[in-house]
């Protein structure tokens, strides 16, 4: 018996033998070492004293697969295990928790933050700022930030769930941009900023804002957007590749992009525009086709291969408008009427005048004009030549005036049609010896001059 009880290899002497040399106690954190993952403690049962390069434990493997926590200085308690001089970290320690954690109906209160009330079984990850991951009892899912943005998945409605201000997802070639406005800087996708939009419309980066005073930027408003590329193709640099509409393969993106906006831009920040109006939805693709409205609510049918457009216009405008090329366009809309103008500068319009009487106006591009309207027709050829060629000229008029207004006024005129085509018939026609002026021949009195071709209404 005696030497069985001197053999300290039995599993009862060995475990009271270490008793006698190991004990479990209590500490609190006073200091985190973040390189040496060490902490520095305060033990009670010591008389406060200070133990110094104690490893921090967790529920993770050597391969770093688990969880860890951080202990918090002047907050956290830890159970230590005292081995001969050394101490190991095996647990944490809370007391009073119930203090600052919430009841099931959510009606208590208290001068502190208080955590979630959880169900038996639920499982709930914290972060120092109220950050958290809960795996709820009902299967679902949430993800929240300190600042309440979070994601949700609902498992009992498969609804994913999200608040959060902007978002921007990369996919196998599709990206999908929401909230405000952010454009690559320095060259990557990966680092954004936000776009902002001056009080004289004018596009930049908020990085790039004056400074009018210590802590106040310029007037500016953050710009808004819904876009969905498809087809990303990003550079060496890891910036977006130009998108070209003559080689959209290599370009990007190389299928198409859909974007709704305070203002469309494209991804290096520059804001898109149709005939100077702000863009505020696009759908472009590759083929050269796309669908654009503008800050006036006209819409566009777009050829950008072609540089062609038709357009809709909105409100007081409405109307349409075919475009080919850089300046061929037809226009149909209320106030301007019907126009057609060649890239030239040539214009035809049809329209009404300020009574709404009808008027026609052919204009070339150096100015000179016909206008056809309710007093008649005007040709405005000043420092051009009018050439009239014809078979037969046939003019029904009861006056010819030259002198301009003036001689219309007045009556004041240089040639009168029934005077001059008597003195020409009788001159002429009427007998062999010389022209009486009066009094007028029959022929005169009809208006005929067959022999001479003029005739006078």
Not at 273 to 290: C, E, P, Y
Not at 327 to 341: A, M
Not at 347 to 357: A, E, M, P, V
Not at 437 to 447: A, I, Q, R, S
Request: glycine content about 10%; overall charge negative; cysteine-free.
């Amino acid at each position: 018996m005696d030497d069985i009880l001197k053999r300290s290899d039995l599993p009862v002497i060995r475990k009271s033998s270490y008793a006698k040399e190991q004990q479990i106690t209590y500490a609190r954190v006073i200091n985190v070492n973040s390189e040496t993952q060490t902490m520095t403690v305060k033990i009670p049962s010591e008389g406060n004293r200070t133990e110094t390069g104690i490893p921090i434990n967790n529920m993770v493997s050597s391969h770093g697969v688990g969880i860890r926590m951080m202990p918090i200085p002047g907050d956290s308690y830890v159970f230590l295990l005292k081995d001969v001089e050394n101490y190991i970290h095996i647990g944490y320690y809370l007391e009073g928790i119930e203090d600052f954690t919430q009841n099931r109906k959510g009606s208590k209160t208290s001068n502190i933050l208080l955590q979630r009330y959880l169900e038996s079984g639920e499982v709930q990850l914290l972060g120092l700022n109220n950050s958290e991951i809960l795996l709820a009892n009902d299967g679902s899912v949430l993800i929240k930030t300190g600042t309440n943005n979070f994601i949700k998945l609902e498992d009992y409605t498969s609804t994913l769930e999200g608040s959060f201000s902007n978002t921007k997802l990369e996919m196998d070639g599709t990206r999908i941009r929401s909230g405000n406005i952010r454009r690559p800087l320095k060259g990557s996708v990966h680092e954004d900023d936000y776009m902002v939009e001056l009080e004289d419309g004018t596009v930049k980066p908020k990085s790039l804002l004056e400074e009018i005073s210590p802590g106040e930027l310029e007037s500016h408003r953050l710009m808004k957007e819904f876009l969905i590329q498809v087809g990303t193709v990003p550079g060496e640099d890891g910036k977006d590749i130009p998108f070209d509409q003559r080689d959209p393969e290599n370009s990007s993106p190389n299928v198409g992009w859909m974007s709704l906006a305070t203002q469309v831009l494209d991804e290096n920040g520059n804001p898109q525009k149709i005939l100077g109006k702000k863009v505020h939805f696009m759908t472009r693709l590759s083929g050269g086709g796309g669908i654009a409205v503008t800050e006036d609510n006209s819409l566009y049918l777009l050829d950008y291969r072609g540089k062609n457009f038709t357009k809709f216009s909105a409100g007081s405008e409405s109307g349409k408008s075919l475009r080919s090329g850089d300046k061929n366009f037809v226009s149909v809309s209320g106030p301007q009427g019907v126009e057609l103008q060649h890239e030239d500068g040539a214009s035809i319009t049809l329209k009404g005048d300020n009574d709404g009487n009808p008027e026609i106006i052919m204009t070339a591009r150096n100015g000179q004009n016909i206008t056809l309207n309710k007093m008649g027709l005007t040709l405005n050829i000043d420092g051009g030549y009018i050439t009239i060629n014809g078979k037969e000229i046939n003019f029904n008029a009861e006056k010819f005036t030259f002198g301009g207004a003036l001689a219309a006024v007045t009556g004041d005129s240089l040639f009168k049609a029934k005077l001059t085509a008597a003195m020409i018939d009788v001159h002429f026609h009427a007998g062999p010896i010389g022209p009486p002026v009066v009094p007028l021949t029959p022929m005169v009195l009809t208006g005929m001059i067959a022999s001479t071709g003029l005739n006078v209404g």
